[in-house]
């Protein structure tokens, strides 16, 4: 079984532009959920997806915002990027909130994104 | 707000010999879960070992062990017969039970990074 991929590995972007991250679940995961990692603040929480709708957002600004599709995917999006949002962005799944609500949490091999 | 600590940035050990990480947590809950992670440089968080808070038996997972101490919310990490394999960043985890908390908030603590010596 395939797991949870993130697209692209590596990314270098400019202040002021928009990024793109995706993330393909396993098979059958339907939760996704991202989190950013940083020298400096460690593993924070972003926001969580089930069934297409966000279902926690952790303490971040507007300038992030994510969305999963009906097959699962997700993306997430930031905007108007400062050098302060160069980060590994890490994508995780699981099987969520039906039958397995504590099924553990399966982790992609991250986003490193620069921002100069 | 839940809080996980990890007061050891750093470890080392001999391989073949035990070491414990530490991790201690702070929470008003009583129901919750606890994991370790374990982050190679490959990037991707593996996880290691998980603890259900409503069980009192402590978790084990083939030379992985931990020591759950509710009461003192302490839940450190013993690795037994360390290999050079097991070198990487270890993070201590918590995650609520209560649904509205959502199914894949994880709180972490800072890391400790491990070294294997041969």
């Known amino acids: 079984k395939a797991g949870v991929t993130q697209t692209p590995r590596y990314l270098i972007k400019t202040r002021g532009q928009q990024v793109t991250l995706s993330c393909s679940p396993i098979s059958g995961h339907r939760s996704v959920s991202w989190y950013q990692q940083t020298p400096g603040q460690g593993l924070q929480f972003l926001f969580e997806y089930f069934s297409e709708t966000q279902r926690n957002k952790g303490n971040f600004p507007g300038r992030f915002s994510g969305r999963q599709f009906s097959n699962s995917r997700s993306e997430m999006n930031v905007s108007t990027l400062e050098l302060g949002d160069s980060a590994l962005y890490l994508c995780?799944?699981?099987?969520?909130?039906?039958?397995?609500?504590?099924?553990?949490?399966?982790f992609g091999n991250g986003t490193r994104l620069t921002v100069t | 707000a839940q809080t996980v600590t990890q007061s050891q940035p750093e470890m080392s050990v001999q391989e073949a010999e035990t070491v414990t990480l530490s991790c201690t947590y702070d929470?008003?809950?009583?129901?919750?879960?606890l994991f370790w992670y374990k982050q190679p440089p490959s990037r991707q968080m593996i996880l290691v070992i998980r603890?259900?808070?409503?069980?009192?038996q402590n978790a084990t997972e083939n030379r992985f062990s931990v020591n759950f101490q509710k009461a003192a919310k302490s839940f450190s990490l013993k690795i037994s017969d360390s290999q050079l394999g097991d070198a990487a960043m270890y993070f201590c985890?918590?995650?609520?039970?209560?649904?509205?908390?959502?199914?894949?908030?994880?709180?972490f603590g800072q890391g400790t990074r491990l070294t294997i010596n041969p």
């Open positions: 985890a918590y995650r609520s039970a209560e649904r509205s908390q959502g199914a894949q908030k994880l709180v």
């Open positions: 929470t008003s809950e009583s129901d919750y879960y």
């Open positions: 995780a799944s699981s099987l969520g909130y039906l039958r397995s609500y504590n099924s553990p949490l399966h």
């Open positions: 603890q259900e808070a409503y069980k009192q």
